[in-house]
């Protein structure tokens, strides 16, 4: 476990690493690219490089931290792979269990298995469950993520690399939007994004403006550092209201 230069969270955490590509949203992972990195160093839990493994030497990371904290769950795979044996779920989420002091934020682009996971199981108080939508295209993972039970439920529209359209974002709490970053991004059209925030803005949702990734607002491909995060002439980091 470690702190984190996510803006959105504090710290993550991986019962779990590697994925495989189900989405165009896919294309382009900089866990991928940080796995092979981490392979290449030697580093321990990467010795497959971005193949799914479970880390049981790992679940009982979060119960030595006493201090609250915000933790991302699985930045460097996806809790709900494919290969993910529901048990060692119920394992991990045992620990979320027993750790109330920490908010946990779960993100997926695998809305089918989320669902079977819950169909007869509850989230936990302090689990937040999020999922990916990239486009108009995959907004049919909200519906999804509408319909079950859990104390924020969140969208992370990251990277953007195509129209949302419509949102309903009825029973959603937050939303966050993100350009995409390294050598091959995809630009993300400005419109886009603000007619994202205009409707968080019209259904009263927070709304997190993350980065405009490699290209900027003026279409320019240059340092993400440099492109900032501004939108509309603002900074964006709204959180949601937890009741």
């Not at 990239?134 to 519906?143: F, L, P, Q, V, Y």
Request: net charge positive; proline share 4%.
């Amino acid at each position: 476990m470690k702190a984190t230069k996510i803006e959105w969270t504090e710290a993550t955490w991986n019962p779990s690493v590697g994925c495989s590509k189900v989405t165009d949203g896919c294309k382009n992972c900089y866990a991928e690219i940080m796995a092979k990195r981490l392979q290449a160093m030697g580093a321990c839990g990467y010795e497959d490089g971005f193949k799914f493994k479970i880390l049981p030497e790992r679940l009982s990371q979060p119960l030595s931290i006493r201090k609250p904290t915000k933790f991302f769950v699985n930045s460097m795979s996806d809790l709900f792979h494919k290969n993910m044996p529901f048990e060692f779920l119920d394992r991990i989420f045992e620990v979320i269990e027993k750790t109330p002091q920490h908010n946990y934020q779960i993100l997926t682009k695998r809305e089918s298995i989320l669902k079977k996971y819950f169909l007869k199981r509850t989230a936990p108080k302090n689990v937040w469950l999020g999922v990916t939508v990239e486009h108009g295209g995959t907004k049919n993972r909200i519906d999804v993520l509408r319909s079950i039970e859990t104390s924020v439920r969140f969208i992370s529209i990251e990277p953007l690399i195509g129209d949302i359209g419509e949102l309903n974002l009825k029973g959603i709490h937050w939303v966050i939007v993100g350009g995409e970053s390294g050598v091959s991004a995809r630009p993300m059209n400005s419109k886009w994004a603000v007619n994202i925030q205009k409707q968080c803005a019209e259904q009263k949702i927070a709304f997190f403006f993350k980065q405009w990734g490699t290209w900027g607002a003026d279409g320019v491909r240059r340092n993400k550092k440099k492109n900032g995060s501004i939108l509309l002439g603002r900074e964006w980091k709204e959180e949601p209201v937890l009741s």
